[in-house]
Each structure stands twice: as C-alpha cells, then as structure tokens.
C-alpha cells in the first residue's frame, strides 16, 4: 500500500474520535480506508479491525454495562447486520452512502438544537435504532453513528455508553465478518495490516480514554453528536465532489 504511514496515523485518529464518540471506529475509518483501498476490502478488513477495537474497549470499560439496552439493542443489530451483509452485492452503496450522510446531519443538528430533546429509553425505540444500525453496519460497514445518537439521547454515563456500545459492536461486526469472508471481501494481501490496525485499536483507545477523564457528561453528549455532524458533512462532500 502507498502512504502506509499516513493510513496509519489517519487510523489512529479514528480510533481516537470512535473512543471519544462511544461508537466505535468504523464510522471514521470507512471514509478514510476508502481512499487506500476499493470499496468491497474496506468492508472485510474495517469488520476485522473493529472486532480488536471492541475487544479493547470492553477491556478497558468493562466497568459499565446496561443489559438492557444491550439486549434491546443488540439482538436487534446483529439480526439485522446479516442480512444488510448479504444485500451488499446486489445494492448501489453511493445510494445508500448518500442517505446516511442526510441522515446524521439532520439528526445530529435537531439534537444539537434542541438540547433537551431525547429519545425514550423504552423497548421499542432500542429495537428500532438497533435494527436500523445494524442494517447500515451491514450494508455500508458502518452503522454505530446511529445507534451513538440513540445511547446519546438516553444519556447513559459515559463508561456505560461506551461498554454497551462496544459489546453491541463485537457482535455486529464478528458476524459481518463472517459473511464478508464468505462474499470474498476479506483479501490475503491484507492481511498485514490486522497486526498494524491491532496495535492501533490498543493505542487508540487508551488514548481516547485519557482524554475523556478531562470532559463533562454534557462536553460528552455534545461531542458525540457534534462528531457524527461533521463525520456526516465530510462524507456527503465526498460522494458529490469526488
């Protein structure tokens, strides 16, 4: 690969960003993998490498867990993340790209706008936000922005957002995992980076957990959205200019 040096500090940055957002490094990392390799080996090997993100993270946070939106979440996420794995070879992901970004703009600024505004932390809004970041997860490899904004709404602490977030995320991305090995995403010529991008995982999230002993549980919720804005803004510049 070219720019080898760069891919791994860009890396690095979004692990950073996923740790302090809560959810994960994909949402990130997906744009800037896209750059170095094409869109199908991004999937395969953002799946793997978020496998070892989350595997960090709950290490690290193991601390803070609500099962029950983990189970609301979760079950729905994972169901759903198959299915979106599957549909990746018959749907136009520029489609799919494009609704995301008006997606998490949209939400993120209503958030942002209307500070008091929250989602009810009841069954039925955890079975839809995880259904739906599951099938995102699937189809375009990223899906944790909107399960972030569903966590953010609920204000859970910050070490239970991100361990419940994490072990969602492990679930979700073993199982694309299996399914994009089996659609031929995951390429032996990649294979050097899973000890680069674990090394990075570690490092990333250390860091990140440093930086979020020095912020608010309101800097945090702010972030979080604020994070998912531009994330949103910069892929939506991509898909038109370039």
Excluded at 6 to 24: K, N, S, V
Excluded at 26 to 39: E, H, K, N, T, V
Excluded at 71 to 81: E, K
């Amino acid at each position: 690969m070219e720019n080898l040096y760069l891919f791994i500090l860009l890396a690095l940055i979004a692990e950073i960003l996923g740790t302090i957002g809560g959810f994960g490094s994909s949402l990130f990392f997906i744009p800037i993998a896209s750059y170095f390799l094409d869109f199908h080996s991004v999937l395969g090997i953002t799946a793997i490498f978020h496998v070892m993100s989350n595997i960090t993270k709950i290490a690290m946070f193991r601390k803070g867990v609500d099962k029950n939106v983990l189970l609301m979440l979760g079950i729905p996420s994972i169901v759903f993340v198959i299915g979106g794995a599957y549909l990746t070879k018959f749907i136009d992901s520029k489609i799919l790209e494009f609704g995301l970004c008006i997606f998490l703009i949209t939400t993120s600024v209503t958030f942002l706008y209307f500070k008091n505004l929250e989602i009810k932390p009841n069954n039925a809004n955890s079975i839809i936000s995880g259904s739906l970041s599951g099938l995102i997860a699937g189809l375009l490899g990223t899906g944790g922005a909107i399960r972030g904004i569903a966590l953010a709404a609920y204000n859970l602490k910050i070490e239970v957002f991100i361990a419940t977030s994490a072990i969602i995320d492990l679930g979700v991305d073993f199982s694309r995992s299996i399914v994009y090995w089996s659609n031929g995403y995951v390429h032996k010529d990649d294979f050097y980076l899973l000890p680069i991008l674990l090394v990075v995982s570690i490092l990333g999230t250390f860091l990140g957990k440093l930086i979020l002993k020095r912020i608010s549980q309101n800097q945090f919720r702010a972030i979080v959205l604020i994070l998912i804005l531009i994330t949103g803004i910069s892929t939506l510049i991509k898909i038109v200019f370039m």
